[in-house]
């Protein structure tokens, strides 16, 4: 990327979390080191990928170098402001621009064919039901093996512990990076055993009983 575009692509984040502090939860885009490790364990063969919340691409060109094929990728993005770029940039990338949280009945994929997730949300200004929810709509379409790789500027993994357990997953920290504004840390969210993830009981508009047991669990330990 050229210094004019990687200038253009800050001015255009910034203007965004000036807009939506909570929603975009950082004054810059990740940088290129916390890309590296967001995709490293990420290979061709692990098409198709799933990226929530893309952005301007950093993530998404981090993919493409690791050798996954641009068709092989959904960038799911609820920002309007990065659709257009993101169209523009990624061409034969499916773009489609919804809340994540609404993956579950989104219908996106036959099956369970997705590799992996690459998550750049900003968890930590999220409730509790909606982290539950875009984890079991992720997971509805995970192949057995597969993970959500998600980062964040906190000092542990953004997923309280309580929603980890209910839906029977596990994190694990792979890295960080000091080389980021502010620096992040990366953790790799993956099945702790076999669980069918139904779409229809964690959506975030419903009001299971399940996700909300979760939500109110994790208030009660503070998580």
Known sequence: MTAKAACSDFLHFFRSWVSNPLRVAAIAPSGDSLARIMTSEIAALDGPIIELGPGTGVFTRALLARGVSEADLTLIEYGPEFITSLQARFPTARVLQMDAAHLAHADIFEGEPVGAVVSGLPLLSMSPRKIASILAGAFAYMRPG?????????????????????????????????????????????RRKPLELSRERFSYRSSAADVDDVAAFSNETGG
């Open 146 to 190: 597969g993970a959500v790789y998600q980062f964040t500027y906190g000092p542990r993994c953004p997923v309280p512990r309580p929603i980890l357990d209910r839906l029977g997953l596990k994190a694990v920290r792979i890295g960080g990076t000091v080389r980021n504004l502010p620096p992040a840390s990366v953790y790799r969210i993956s």
